[in-house]
């Protein structure tokens, strides 16, 4: 395989009015969630994870409801778990781990019973995320990045860390709906 044709348009940094190129770095946002079912999916195939098993299987202290959350609903969006509240979904505030980083919303109530009715909320995928963690051993950028992103020959794909300085990433713009 060649590369047949590439070309960037418009800009990395609009105020500083800097183009885009092909080596720029945009945020992906929810496009990671299929590269992370591919993540899960490896460890379905290789009997490591069970996706119908609660999930205090490999999060003992994730807080239990009424009803089983299990990967299986989390993976689908079905658990009631509720999606990000004001500015959460562009935060770069850091936590120290991904595992700390399910306090935000672990003991909120769910929005509706586990299984019963499918509601589009990434903090499920973060839970999914801690899952992984547990079954590899290791943390789920490491694991994704040797698993997933360097077979599939994703050479620019990484995790966006805003405290990292990297040159090549484009500046994080939000629509004004108003």
């Known amino acids: 395989d060649s590369m047949v044709w590439e070309q960037a348009f418009g800009y990395a940094d609009l105020e500083n009015k800097i183009s885009a190129t092909t080596t ?6 929810s496009v990671s969630k299929p590269l992370a079912a591919a993540g899960l999916a490896l460890l379905v195939e290789r009997g490591l994870l069970d996706l119908d098993a609660p999930i205090q299987k490999y999060i003992p202290d994730f807080p239990k409801t009424d009803a089983i959350i299990t990967p299986r609903l989390l993976a689908g969006h079905l658990t009631g778990i509720r999606n990000y ?17 399910l306090k935000i919303f672990e003991n909120d109530p769910l929005e509706s019973r586990p299984g019963t009715k499918f509601s589009y909320a990434s903090y499920n995928w973060n839970v999914l995320g801690v899952v992984m963690e547990s079954v590899t051993k290791q943390n789920f950028p490491a694991f994704m990045d040797a698993k997933v992103i360097k077979p599939l020959g994703l050479k620019n794909t990484r995790p966006d860390l805003a405290w990292v300085d990297d040159l090549q990433r484009a500046q994080l713009y939000e629509v004004n709906t108003k």
């Open 24 to 29: 720029t770095r945009f945020r992906v946002g």
């Open 85 to 101: 509240r004001g500015v959460a979904a562009v935060s770069t505030k850091p936590s120290p781990n991904l595992r700390s980083g």
